[in-house]
C-alpha cells in the first residue's frame, strides 16, 4: 500500500497567522501576501483557494478558475506516482494532507457545480478511497450526484450557513440504500460510524 503524507510546509505556519489577522477591509493587501507565498512555496495550496475564492466573489470566474484549475494540477503532481496512480492512502489525519484535500474536494465540487457530473465522481471517488474516514463528507457529495442532484440543489437543500448539520447524515442514511453496491466498500472499510464533515465556508459560486 502506498501511503502519501505531504512534507512539513513553514508556507502553512504563515498562512496561518496571516489568516488570524485577516481584515476584510484589507482584502488587497491579504491577496499580495497570498501570492508571496505562493512565490515562496508553490506547492502549498491554501493561498490558491484563498485567491480562488475572493475572485469568485468579484465575479471574475475565468480568473478564479484558472487558479483553481493550477492549484488542482499542482495538488496531483504532488500525490501521483510516475505511473500516474493515486496514492492508496491520503488522510485526512496528517495536517501535511489537509491543504491537498481541500484543493482536491474544491476542484470535485466545482466540476459538479459546472454540470461535469463525471469529472466530479471521478475525482470525489478516488478522494473517498484514499480517505475512507472521510472529514470533508465527500461521500455526500457523490451520492447527491448518484442521486441526479446539481450542487446548486445540494446546497441550498443542506448548507446551514456554512456548515452542515445532522440533516445530511440522516438524508445519506437514507438515500444511500438506492445505491447500496456502490457504497458497499466504504461501509466495510469504515467499520464505525463516520465522522462529521468539516465545517467549511460554501462562499464560491454554483
Known sequence: MREFIDKDRPAQWKYERMLAEYDEENTDDFIEDMIE????????LEPYLH?????M????EEEAYDILDLAANRALELILD????????LLWGFLENRHIIRTLVTAGEEAWALGDGSKALGLL?????SNPNDNPGVRYY??????????????????KGGYYDDDVEVWFREAVKNHADDFAWW????????????NVQKDSAD
Do not use: C, H, N, Q
Not at 51 to 55: D, I, S
Not at 57 to 60: F, H, L, N, R
Not at 125 to 129: M, V
Not at 142 to 159: C, H, P, S
Open 125 to 129: 471517488e478516488k478522494i473517498l478511497r
Open 142 to 159: 457523490i451520492l447527491a450526484i448518484k442521486e441526479g442532484m446539481t450542487r446548486r440543489r445540494f446546497t441550498r437543500k443542506f448548507d
Open 187 to 198: 461501509f466495510e472499510a469504515i467499520k464505525e460510524e463516520p465522522a462529521e464533515p468539516e
Open 37 to 44: 507565498l505562493v512565490e515562496e512555496d508553490p506547492d502549498f
Open 82 to 89: 510516475k505511473d500516474g496512480r493515486w496514492p492508496d492512502s
Open 51 to 55: 485567491t480562488f475564492k475572493e475572485a
Open 57 to 60: 466573489a468579484m465575479g471574475d
